[in-house]
């Protein structure tokens, strides 16, 4: 981590919680680091419990009994890693930002439904790559829970079948190789070229199509912020640049917006 004078940070987060306080439409969006403080590990982190095993490709998923059974077997033994996983001072910064009515959405590249947790509608939550905590039938597209599926999986170790129509059924997230999910790109476009402050937290902006958001949102007007322990590789095009603990930031940019609203303007 680059070294960041803690002065410059304070000024940077005043600019920011201005930005805020004149935006008409915010577009969070948000990435692995927003959980982090959460315990919810970041995949690409060394050490990343993800990083253990190869994933197993969508096609694979599909054709074969025992990859299914495999890959449930592993999002079992991952969801007790972070089973406690509470939203944290950045989700909740978010959700009144929700509430507030300045972001109409928040697009994520999460799966740990930790922003819905934090109290934000679940129509409000654009998800790009889906969500881990429940699953759908491949066919028919029927919500499966985890609640249920666990045990008939533990106690037969068959993988679920769709109780409707008898499909795969596969945890909700897009794995590799899957489509991505058309309906939430197309909103998160629409968004972005929508918004007047675009702010990318916790987000390493290396996946595409993704980490165009950013570029698209810049391309339309908007005002590009990104909030990041670590320098990302669209940093150059941003008009402000914020590196530093993300729950942290969050929690003075909400005590900000707080003493705005008190104030008189
Ligand atoms: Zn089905």
């Given amino acids: 981590m680059t070294p960041y004078d803690p002065a410059a940070l304070e ?16 577009a969070p969006f948000t990435g692995a680091g927003i959980s982090t403080e959460s315990g919810v590990p970041d995949f690409r982190s060394p050490g990343s419990p993800w990083l253990a095993n190869q994933p197993i490709p969508f096609d694979v998923f599909v054709a074969s009994p025992q990859a299914r059974r495999e890959a449930w077997r592993r999002k079992f033994v991952m969801d ?14 978010l959700a009144e930002l929700v509430a507030s009515g300045k972001a109409p959405a928040i697009i994520t590249q999460n799966i740990d439904g930790l ?26 597209g029927e919500r499966h829970e985890l609640a249920e599926i666990r045990p008939a999986f533990e106690a037969t170790g068959e993988p679920p079948a769709c109780k409707r129509c008898g499909g795969i059924v596969k945890a909700a997230t897009i794995s590799f190789g899957q489509a991505m999910p058309q309906q939430a790109l197309q909103r998160a476009q629409a968004l972005a070229e929508e918004s007047d402050l675009f702010i990318a937290i916790g987000s390493s902006l290396l996946v595409h199509p993704a980490a165009g958001l950013p570029v698209t949102a810049k ?7 990104i909030v990041n322990r670590e320098p990302t590789p669209l940093d150059g095009i941003a008009d402000l640049v914020l590196n530093g603990e993300i729950g942290t930031i969050c929690m003075q940019l909400a005590q900000l917006s707080g003493d705005e609203g008190r104030g008189i303007d």
């Fill in 11 to 26: 000024e940077d987060i005043e600019v920011l919680a201005d930005w805020l306080a004149r935006a008409e439409v915010v």
């Fill in 80 to 93: 007790d890693l972070y089973a406690g996983a509470k939203p944290g001072r950045g989700h909740h910064f």
């Fill in 115 to 140: 922003q819905q947790a934090a109290g934000v509608p679940a129509d409000q939550v654009i998800e790009l790559h889906g969500n881990g905590t429940y699953a759908t039938c491949l066919d028919c």
């Fill in 219 to 225: 391309r339309h007007g908007a005002r590009l912020v």
